[in-house]
């Protein structure tokens, strides 16, 4: 198990993870930053809006970057 962190980047504004999340490995922290960029989506959309170009970070204890999950490829888009 590893603690990693999990930064938002949405529209701009940086939410840091001070705490950090313990994962079984890069795939499990994968899923989890995929299902939190869903989730934070389905509420903007129930609000009215969507940010595609967001993110969330997933990041070392050193801050190294470890994953980049931009929210567009968090879901998929058809029909358009």
């Known amino acids: 198990m590893a603690r990693l962190f999990f930064e938002l980047n949405e529209c701009g ?3 840091g993870d001070v705490e950090g999340q ?3 490995d890069l795939d499990a922290a994968r899923a989890k ?3 939190a960029a869903r989730d934070i989506m ?3 959309v129930l609000s009215g809006k969507l940010c595609l170009s967001c993110n969330i970070r997933v990041t070392d204890r050193d ?3 470890l994953l980049l999950i931009p ?3 968090a879901v ?3 029909g358009m």
């Open 13 to 15: 504004t940086v939410t």
């Open 76 to 78: 998929t888009v058809s």
């Open 22 to 24: 313990e994962v079984a």
């Open 63 to 65: 801050g190294e970057t």
């Open 42 to 44: 389905a509420a903007e």
């Open 71 to 73: 929210f567009k490829d």
């Open 33 to 35: 930053a995929i299902a």
